[in-house]
């Protein structure tokens, strides 16, 4: 009997021994089995924290105020039925050109900086409206006022009754570093998009202070040259710095393709806060 108490008691202690070794075994443990980034939870955390970067913050921040703006237009087309035959004229005296009316539909974007509803974009997205209806990231959709328009500066204010809508931050044109980051907000392409979420492309500063030739005899100065693509849509959305503050307004691209091609224009925004404390109304609500 007392053999079989000395068996077992060793039996006790050799289990014990084993079990401690195992538990203090780093090789054993199942946790460390894993590689880090395969722990549950740990990845994600770890991969979430080094995309948190500057780019990403400013997208969050802007994001949210950048506007699609759709515009019905009124022309007048003229209609010649008998143009191209080599005898326009004779025909003409008999067949008067014909003029009608045609409705058509043009989209930009543009950026909420009031809380109430004020919004800017350029003047040539909206020019000769009849209708301006804008529509938020989250698919609200509100009808649009003028408040002004400068054509020579290619600014316009509208307005929009909201109440707590998200404001893009202001920065400054002025301090503006060649190279540093630049980040284009806009709707391109808006009626091939089926949602109204602003699409983000980065660039850097190229150049500042440029003054080009836009349209046929149109000279606009002190211009934000960037690589940013900026494309059909995009004109009046947002060029942000990498502190979520907007520097300038997305205006046009020389391009040989119709598409972007690295080089792009935007109005400081020191001179689209200019326009606006030069209008009659000019109480920055909100």
Not at 37 to 45: C, H, R, T, Y
Not at 47 to 63: F, G, T
Not at 195 to 212: L, Y
Request: net charge negative; hydrophobic share 45%.
């Amino acid at each position: 009997m007392k053999k079989f108490v000395a068996i077992l008691g060793i039996l006790a202690m050799v289990i014990g021994l084993l079990a401690f070794l195992i538990g203090h075994n780093p090789w054993c443990s199942h946790a460390s089995l894993l590689p880090t980034s395969l722990i549950p939870g740990s990845a994600e955390n770890n991969i979430s924290a080094s995309r948190q970067n500057a780019i990403v913050q400013a997208a969050r921040k802007v994001s949210p105020a950048v506007v699609s703006i759709i515009v019905t237009q009124a022309r007048i087309v003229s209609y010649d039925p008998f143009g191209g035959f080599g005898m326009d004229d004779f025909f003409r005296d008999f067949f008067p050109r014909r003029q009608f009316r045609q409705e058509v539909k043009a989209m930009g974007s543009g950026f909420i900086i009031s809380k109430d509803g004020d919004i800017i974009t350029n003047a040539h997205v909206v020019r000769n409206a009849t209708e301006i209806k804008v529509i938020l990231p989250d698919n609200r959709e509100f009808d649009a006022e003028f408040i002004g328009i400068d054509n020579n500066l290619d600014l316009a204010l509208l307005r929009i009754s909201g109440k707590n809508l998200p404001v893009a931050p202001l920065g400054t044109s002025r301090d503006l570093m060649i190279g540093e980051w630049a980040i284009a907000f806009g709707n391109p392409f808006g009626f091939l998009l089926k949602d109204a979420q602003p699409t983000v492309t980065v660039g850097v500063i190229s150049a500042v202070h440029r003054e080009v030739k836009s349209g046929r005899s149109m000279v606009m100065s002190n211009m934000i040259q960037t690589d940013a693509a900026i494309n059909p849509g995009n004109s009046g959305g947002p060029l942000v710095n990498a502190d979520g503050e907007v520097i300038g307004i997305n205006t046009f691209i020389f391009t040989h393709a119709g598409g972007s091609e690295g080089i792009g224009f935007a109005k400081p925004i020191d001179e689209a806060e200019e326009f606006i404390k030069a209008l009659p109304d000019h109480q920055h609500r909100g």
